[in-house]
């Protein structure tokens, strides 16, 4: 199958018919003419051929749609240019080992959903030993010291056990993103460590749906993970990262 990377369309039925799903809310009741509302929409947005194939009430003052439509847009993928922490994913036993040998003691990492985010999932499954998916999480490391401390966790709190702990990294969980109110709550952690002399002490690393390696680097962290990250991405970027602080205080590379 040949596909022209330099004009990248949606599939739906057959390759290149651009054909899209789309799904909203609208703050009106359902009507006939809150469907054909939806319809014009989507043509709005540019999409052809916009059809609703589903409209339900939510309440007597909002509705939701799904449309599919076609998207004649394409995208060159060859000019696409993506931030993305450099890292090569270590085994477990690799990761140990590194950490045993140049650390000589073990790898103090909190994790914490901070401010008024009580989604635990995404720390849970990073942090604790059952993982998510099959893929444990750094409790299962020997040579990592994973203290997880949940949602809904003050800065001013997980400042303090970074200190309690010594921490050498601050893994953060943001799944909370309406009105942006990550970027406040990650912005705020980032000033406090700063101000509180910690911020060049300790790796800090931010996950989340909404969350990327870009956006994580602009809010002054050292590495943002998106979906799809399990612990592995995380140890194996910490002690990378731990490679090269040690390498400069040292002043020449570590093999």
């Not at 059809?51 to 309440?59: C, G, Q, T, Y």
């Not at 952690?189 to 101000?195: I, P, T, Y």
Request: one cysteine or more.
């Amino acid at each position: 199958m040949n596909v022209d990377l330099t004009k990248i369309l949606p599939y739906g039925d057959t390759l290149g018919d651009g054909i899209v799903q789309l799904s909203f809310t609208l703050p009106v009741a359902l009507s006939g003419a809150a469907k054909e509302a939806a319809r014009q929409l989507a043509a709005g947005m540019g999409l052809e051929e916009a059809a609703v194939v589903h409209a339900e009430a939510i309440s007597d003052r909002f509705s939701f749609y799904v449309v599919y439509a076609k998207c004649r847009q394409g995208v060159d993928l060859t000019r696409v240019v993506v931030s993305e922490a450099n890292t090569t994913v270590l085994a477990k036993a690799e990761v140990d080992e590194f950490i045993r040998q140049r650390l000589g003691r073990k790898l103090n990492v909190l994790g914490a959903c901070i401010e008024s985010d009580a989604h635990t999932v995404g720390i849970d499954a990073i942090m604790n030993m059952k993982g998510f998916n099959g893929h444990k999480g750094l409790e299962s490391y020997h040579e990592i010291n994973a203290i997880n401390m949940g949602a809904q966790v003050a800065c001013e709190e997980l400042i303090r056990k970074a200190y309690e702990h010594q921490a050498d990294a601050i893994l953060i969980s943001q799944v909370v993103t309406q009105k942006n109110i990550h970027v406040t709550n990650l912005t705020k952690l980032a000033d406090m460590l700063e101000a509180e002399g910690l911020r060049d002490k300790v790796l800090l690393v931010v996950g989340g749906p909404r969350i990327s390696h870009e956006l994580a680097k602009e809010l002054g962290y050292d590495a943002g993970f998106g979906p799809n990250t399990y612990a592995e991405h995380v140890a194996s970027f910490l002690v990378q990262e731990l490679k090269e602080k040690l390498a400069e205080q040292n002043g020449g590379p570590l093999n």
